[in-house]
């Protein structure tokens, strides 16, 4: 077979000369990442779809398969003469494979023989591994009940030497005869040696006690086994012998207030996780016997103990015999690194009997229906509780105190929702009280409050006022009811509100008959609702203004963004009441404007003065024109209006009343001038009728001044006198665009341009 004849590579072209080879890939294109190990062509194609379309990335690898395969025949050109010699070298190949086979399988059999030998030995070793594992497990219960039998046996070996000692509480003294016959310096000897006895006995105590917490450990540890359960009988024995023993030392060192035999006596009870005993002994001992004697509550004192209900003063006893009869065992129990912080005598044992004490000596105290004894027993119970506060060493025991049960249990006692209850029906009703009246209340003392522009003028005002600081007095306020407090100031403002708003909206319809509660808006003279402008205006200055400091004063123990939401609510109820003013001020206005229409009905006489009579030009106003304003001239110059209006306020209603009355009079003048000009054209058509009837000439004019004419003269006159009486009161009835389209509407062609009069 002949070689073939190496082609030579495509000559380049000249574009390949200065650029790029016709084969080179762009920069993405990385040929060298397929030869990696790791090369995953999922994940490739992956990253690169994100930039590269996949056109492009098809083209690209068919033009890198293509580039391969040149590059393969390129190769197998280059070494054809070795790649066909590879075939010819390939001999005997069976026969090599079966030489080789023979030492592979018995290379196998060694393998698997040691395998199997290994898997032998490693059985066996689990095997033993396991025996051991049973062996050691045994060999600790075993142990464990050794222990368990030395202890007990430890336990009541100490317990037998404690006969020796005194069990019933009492002092080892010598008889009283020996004492007498002792001299003065060895007379307090025995008492030492029985004092010594004591302690001697207590640290015993607590040796026992330690071997008793070892033995419940090793107990919790082997459990449902029959050794334990044969030695129950004689641990309880134990346990109940080492009570008692350690009860009467305990109660001897609080009789004696022995700091020594105090401290290993509670250390023995933290050490058997007893402490509830020691709070009751202390308990049944020292406090109990104190709270007999403050607050009676036994059979035979039920007729001393029904005098009084008040606990201020027994509180104050109470304080007394803690300072000078508990405080030695408070300060033993939460001495610093004592070990003694598990006890707690504040709760479980002083808190405990003076909540008995109350419950079964004064359980009056606790009944709301008595709001104001209710709450002087709440503050003093709080400032009760503040004191045994004090005891606690830290923050962490203060937070425990207020944790434990009793605690929660003596706050139950206190009902402040009922309390609450009560104090609003109280303060509600009496404004509801006050606002169900049928007719507006002036103070009793409002005569002599005349020139005070500050003192509330009515009373339902007053009892608002009075209802809203009653309910942040001392002796009603209660913080835990703040909250419901501020709900119910609020809504007293609220009702108020309601109050003045369905008021003023009935008198306005004229339909008290609907709403029950309104007759006095419709019984009211327009001087009336002076007195409500000024207690409006009092009122939101009280509100905004002191009230509101005394408020917050109260609530400053609460965070800032608390404080914030109680003045923006409170400045809100102000700002309602402060609203009602404009409407106050409008139903004044509505009862003057009403006053002066009665009079300006009298237009409805010119027009028949002037119809019926032959009468010549006006040369002076009606007089019905000086009683148009009287009612608010009156008004103003009135002494609640001068004592109680502020000049704005004052202002403010002239101006208002003079533009409505002026807007009525403009409407009754135009629709007279309309109604006599429609007439006079109507009797003008009639005349000229009759007189084309009678063959007279129609061009004849009367050149007399119409009735018209005349009745605009008059009603001219008129509203210049009206002019001079708003001049009179303070308002320039040219600034008054009712009044300047008055003007308009009657005054002469010739007049017209000019406001003056």
Not at 245 to 269: D, K, M, P, T, W
Not at 385 to 391: C, F, K, P, S, V
Not at 607 to 628: D, E, Q
Request: aromatic share 8%.
């Amino acid at each position: 077979m002949m070689d073939p004849i190496p082609t030579a590579p495509p000559p380049r072209s000249a574009t390949d000369l200065f650029s790029d080879p016709a084969d080179s890939h762009p920069l993405w294109f990385k040929s060298n990442l397929f030869l990696s190990p790791n090369f995953d062509s999922e994940s490739y194609i992956s990253e690169l779809r994100t930039f590269v379309p996949f056109e492009t990335l098809r083209s690209e690898l068919q033009a890198h398969l293509s580039s391969l395969n040149h590059e393969l025949i390129d190769l197998i050109n280059r070494d054809y003469a070795d790649f066909v010699n590879l075939s010819t070298k390939l001999v005997d190949v069976d026969a090599a494979v079966v030489r080789m086979r023979a030492p592979l399988l018995e290379l196998r059999e060694k393998i698997d023989g040691f395998r199997g030998a290994l898997e032998g030995s490693l059985v066996a070793l689990q095997n033993g591994l396991k025996q051991r594992s049973e062996a050691a497990s045994a060999r600790e219960v075993l142990e464990l009940l050794l222990d368990t039998f030395h202890v007990v046996s430890k336990v009541e070996k100490l317990i037998k030497e404690l006969p020796s000692l005194p069990a019933d509480g009492s002092d080892v003294d010598v008889n009283l005869e020996e004492r007498k016959s002792m001299s003065s310096a060895t007379t307090f000897q025995p008492v030492e040696n029985g004092t010594n006895v004591r302690e001697t006995q207590s640290m015993l105590l607590e040796r026992i006690a330690s071997e008793m917490n070892r033995l419940k450990f090793y107990i919790a540890h082997a459990q449902n086994l029959p050794f334990i359960e044969n030695m129950e009988k004689r641990i309880k024995s134990a346990s109940l012998l080492l009570d008692a023993s350690l009860g009467h030392c305990f109660v001897h060192g609080l009789e004696h207030q022995n700091a020594n035999v105090i401290y290993n006596c509670l250390r023995a009870y933290a050490a058997i996780d007893n402490t509830r005993n020691a709070e009751e002994i202390f308990s049944n001992t020292v406090v109990a016997p104190l709270m007999q004697k403050i607050i009676p509550h036994g059979p035979s004192e039920a007729l001393a103990g029904a005098s009084g209900d008040e606990l201020e003063s027994d509180y104050e006893q109470i304080k007394q015999c803690v300072e000078k009869d508990c405080k030695f065992l408070l300060d033993i129990s939460s001495a610093e690194n004592s070990g003694l912080h598990v006890f707690d005598f504040l709760a479980n044992s002083i808190l405990k009997e003076v909540l008995s004490a109350i419950q079964k000596g004064k359980p009056g105290a606790f009944s709301p229906g008595r709001p104001t004894q209710f709450l002087r027993n709440y503050k003093s119970s709080l400032d009760f509780l503040a004191y045994l506060e004090g005891y606690c060493p830290s923050r962490s025991a203060v937070a425990k105190f207020r944790a434990e049960a009793i605690y929660v249990e003596f706050m139950k006692q206190w009902n402040v929702g009922v309390y609450f209850s009560l104090r609003f029906q109280e303060i509600a009703g009496a404004l509801d009280s006050a606002l169900t009246a049928a007719s507006l209340a002036p103070v009793q003392n409002s005569n002599s409050n005349q020139g005070n522009s500050q003192a509330l003028t009515l009373k339902q005002s007053a009892t608002l006022l009075d209802s809203m600081k009653s309910c942040w007095r001392q002796d009603v306020f209660l913080l835990p009811c703040s909250d419901k407090f501020l709900r119910l100031s609020l809504q007293l403002l609220s009702r108020y509100s309601n109050w003045l708003s369905s008021g003023l909206a009935a008198r306005s319809s004229g339909h008290a008959s609907f709403n029950p509660g309104n007759e006095w808006a419709i019984s009211a003279a327009p001087d009336d609702f002076i007195y409500i402008i000024h207690d409006i205006n009092c009122l939101a200055t009280e509100v905004s203004g002191d009230y509101l400091t005394h408020v917050l004063q109260l609530l400053s123990s609460c965070s800032s963004e608390v404080l914030d939401l109680v003045k923006q609510s409170i400045l809100e109820g102000g700002k309602s009441l402060s609203s009602m003013l404009p409407v106050v001020i409008n139903t004044i206005v509505d009862a003057l404007v009403e006053k002066a229409v009665e009079d300006l009905r009298q237009l409805k006489g010119i027009t028949a003065t002037y119809r019926m009579t032959n009468k010549p030009l006006p040369v002076r106003h009606s007089p019905y024109v000086s009683g148009v304003l009287r009612p608010l001239k009156t008004l103003l110059e009135g002494e609640r209006a001068m004592t109680y209006l502020t000049p704005e306020a004052k202002n403010e209603l002239l101006l208002d009343a003079a533009t409505q009355i002026t807007s009525r009079y403009h409407e009754l003048a135009a629709e007279l001038i309309s109604v006599a000009r429609k007439t006079e054209s109507s009797l003008l058509k009639i005349r000229q009728g009759a007189q084309r009837r009678a063959g007279a000439s129609s061009d004849v004019s009367d050149h007399n001044v119409s009735d018209t004419d005349k009745i605009c003269m008059q009603l001219f006159l008129d509203i210049q006198e009206y002019g001079r009486s708003l001049a009179a009161l303070g308002v320039q009835a040219a600034d008054i665009p009712p009044y300047r389209s008055l003007w308009q509407c009657v005054a002469p062609s010739d007049r017209q341009s000019l406001i003056k009069f």
